[in-house]
């Protein structure tokens, strides 16, 4: 049966409304942040269920491969493609900001210090928690990954799909999907109240101190996904990859970049990696880790954050600083997990590494770009994950995957 433009389109279209309405009202009445619950209150029910749902997908999919040697090749293409997806994006922000400096005017700011951890915790915390019940909680995503990879092989060595325990994980995972397309339905009300509040609070800070900074970052952003997607498509899927992404990319752009979370995108990825025909299999191992490991948009504000912070404080962003940058950029954008904001980690190694003398002046400034560009971030970040898919698909299930699904379609 023939889908009808609105039942296709029909779902983005209102939550493209609810975004503009919010802009609307945000910029003509200054006590909109008394909306934000609106919007509070869907990425709370998003959290709710994407928690067990990384857990249980992720253990799901590794307990019910043919063989652990598969489960390996998978991770591994999908860690090594989001490494080299976010080098791309470093290098591009890069080239751009050498050419066009995006340091104007000295922004007013409150002087912060910035937490000292050392680099054995940062790593510590990436990875694992002490006890159990601190995996239960979005503020956890990367230690539940590492969790559920775990699991995922033990269930492996102990029969794989045979075990009743694979069919059990998968059946779960059915489940909260299904919770979770309810969930979205309120989707159009919640950008509504995000976007009322967030222009309503940062709209001064668009047009002032930061706005040449932000303005070459959104379009940045943007030409990103409308150049590069396409050729991560392509180069993934062979031909008809591009407008099969295309199809369905903006419904995970939208939600990315109306929640600013890239966790509460993974079941709005899910549908859409399921409706593309990209395998079981590569989805719920990439787009739950891409949620928190690929990370382009991160990576790009990173580069765009050292930059403005140099032509401040007038320090050269020669070549040799530029490497360290990109490298940094590369790496501690890992850190900034699916949560709004990331937790202003990255900042914190930016500035401590570049910035030492420096750190509470630098942090809080690194601090408030990350807050004004974490929607097109967000976007690229999450968006992205689905598109990379792809790329993974195409070393896990041959490079005609895609022509097969749709020549059965």
């Known amino acids: 049966m023939k889908k009808t433009f609105w039942s296709t389109y029909g779902f983005l279209i209102l939550m493209l409304i609810g975004i503009v309405a919010g802009c609307i009202v945000g910029a003509v009445w200054p006590d909109a942040g008394k909306l934000e619950p609106l919007g509070t209150l869907f990425v709370n029910m998003m959290f709710c269920v994407v928690v067990p749902m990384v857990f249980f997908s992720i253990s799901s999919a590794i307990a019910n491969m043919k063989d652990v040697k598969s489960a390996g090749k998978l991770l591994g293409t999908t860690v090594v493609t989001f490494l080299c997806t976010a080098t791309i994006a470093a290098l591009i922000m890069y080239i751009i900001v050498r050419f066009l400096p995006v340091f104007t005017i000295a922004p007013e700011f409150e002087a912060q210090e910035a937490s000292g951890l050392g680099l054995a915790d940062l790593i510590v915390n990436f990875f694992t928690k002490p006890d159990f019940y601190e995996l239960l909680s979005r503020r956890a995503i990367l230690p539940l990954i590492v969790a559920a990879i775990l699991f995922g092989f033990g269930v492996q060595m102990s029969g794989g799909p045979k075990t009743m325990t694979a069919k059990l994980l998968e059946d779960i995972t059915n489940c909260i999907l299904k919770a979770v397309k309810i969930i979205t339905y309120y989707a159009p009300i919640g950008f509504f109240g995000f976007f009322a509040s967030l222009v309503a609070a940062h709209g001064k800070d668009f047009i002032t101190n930061y706005a040449t900074a932000i303005i070459v970052y959104y379009v940045v952003c943007f030409a990103y996904m409308f150049i590069f997607f396409p050729i991560y498509a392509h180069f993934g899927g062979g031909k008809g990859a591009v407008g099969v992404m295309f199809q369905h990319l903006f419904r995970p752009a939208a939600v990315a970049f109306g929640t600013c979370s890239s966790v509460a995108t993974i079941p709005t990825n899910m549908e859409v990696a399921l409706e593309t025909g990209i395998s079981k299999e590569v989805s719920d191992i990439v787009l739950p880790l891409g949620a928190t490991m690929h990370m382009d948009g991160s990576a790009m504000s990173a580069i765009i954050k050292v930059a403005f912070l140099f032509g401040m404080f007038g320090q050269d962003f020669g070549?040799?600083?530029?490497?360290?940058?990109?490298?940094?950029?590369?790496?501690?954008?890992?850190?900034?997990?699916?949560?709004?904001?990331?937790?202003?980690?990255?900042?914190?190694?930016?500035?401590?590494?570049?910035?030492?003398?420096?750190?509470?002046?630098?942090?809080?400034?690194?601090?408030?770009?990350?807050?004004?560009?974490?929607?097109?971030?967000?976007?690229?970040?999450?968006?992205?994950?689905?598109?990379?898919?792809?790329?993974?698909?195409?070393?896990?299930?041959?490079?005609?995957?895609?022509?097969?699904?749709?020549?059965?379609?």
Do not use: H
Request: proline fraction near 5%; hydrophobic fraction near 50%; charge should be negative.
């Open 319 to 409: 070549t040799g600083r530029a490497v360290l940058a990109i490298v940094v950029a590369v790496f501690s954008s890992v850190a900034m997990s699916g949560i709004p904001g990331g937790g202003g980690t990255g900042e914190l190694v930016l500035c401590t590494l570049f910035f030492p003398e420096q750190l509470s002046v630098a942090f809080p400034i690194a601090l408030a770009i990350g807050d004004l560009v974490d929607p097109p971030a967000t976007m690229v970040n999450a968006a992205g994950d689905y598109v990379v898919s792809y790329i993974v698909s195409r070393f896990v299930d041959g490079k005609d995957w895609l022509q097969k699904k749709l020549q059965k379609a």
